[in-house]
């Protein structure tokens, strides 16, 4: 089994054993969980700061005079200086604590569209959008009377850069566009995509929901105006996010929610707000979550984000070359720059079937539209199967995952 590459700081055992859940059965069988790309598991790391946070440092932030609150203050903020760092923000002030990706973007196409949106307008996505970058600039629109451009896709699911050229004009406002793609795989040349709009000083947003597990991401070097990411599929909990931006456009842009922490003073006549990032951060936190996802952020970094993708890139190649060697099995997103994700069907079944058979034997993978159902649309497809690795699968998962769908199909034909 050759699932260990060279790095010498790299040691897939060693991880794997950070994670206790992946010890444990599913169905009577040990389970084999390539649905990372919905949400990763927890290591030990993250789940030993979140009991360690509320047993001992549990109290609210930004608020108390007490040496606890002090304390639940420093912890929380080491959070946002540990993200700060996984981003390479130039300051703390530009990060912002959001519930997940969803919440950046919206943010984002709320605030910034109140400000910069006016009829006539437009905003640039493309077709392999997520949802969560389609429908909070479709209520932007609707409100503002701005219009939604969509960059079209090639067969093999990459954007077609020369009609992302002729979209941009003088009526765009933003473009915001997905940096690796949740059902296809696909990473985007956002550097181009972004300088591209940047020579007609449009500013960027990234969904980077799929990229920050994977690759290593660097604000400064992409120049990037805005970049959303999800707490929950970086090995960090639940309901809690980053959503960097610049702080030139936080600074122009009105509070998106208003309430506790976000303002300067209060009254009935007029309310002025704090400095950033706290402008953007209204009534508590998610205080644990930031503790917990600022202890992920360094775990990833540990292993380092080269390592990460050497070892995915290994699984991805194995799993699609055996993939392909089953009769009827085709792959959705056959982009030549692409992250560990991959999208099938086989011919004469349906993807539901497939994936309740797989999660008999104990094989966790996603099937249906992936929350990008324009997309689907764009293939004529109602959904596929999806298998997504992360850092702490190995080659036996592939293997496991290969049997099975042949093993499904040949029961289903
Ligand atoms: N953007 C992309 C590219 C995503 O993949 C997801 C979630 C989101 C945004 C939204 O993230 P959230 O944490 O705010 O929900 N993607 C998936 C998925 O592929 N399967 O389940 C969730």
Sequence with gaps: MSNTITAPAFDIARIRADFPLLE?????????FLDSAASSQKPQQVLDALDYYYRHQNANVHRGVYELSQQATDAFELGRERARHFLN?????EVIFVKGCTDGINLVASSFGRKFLREGDEVIISAMEHHSNIVPWQLACEYSGAILKVIPINDRGEL???????LLSERTQIVSIVHVSNALGTINPVKEIIDLAHDRDIPVL????????????DVQALDVDFYAFSGHKVFGPTGIGVLYGKKKWLDAMPPYQGGGEMIATVSFEKTTYNELPFKFEAGTPDISGAVGLGVALEYIEQIGQDNISAHENHLLEAATKQLLEIDGLSIIGTAEN?????????EGTHPYDLGTILDKLGIAVRTGHHCTQPLMDRFEIPGTVR??????????????LVAGVKRAA???R
């Design 338 to 346: 692409k992250a560990s994700v991959i999208s099938f069907l086989i």
């Design 24 to 32: 444990g059965e599913m169905r009577g069988k040990p389970l084999v």
């Design 89 to 93: 923000a130039g300051s703390t002030e």
């Design 160 to 166: 077609i850069m020369e009609e992302y050229k002729k």
């Design 206 to 217: 990234l969904d980077g929901a799929q990229a920050t597990p994977h690759l290593k991401v």
């Design 387 to 400: 298998a997504s690795f992360a850092v702490y699968n190995t080659m036996e998962d592939v293997d496991k």
């Design 410 to 412: 040949n029961m289903l």
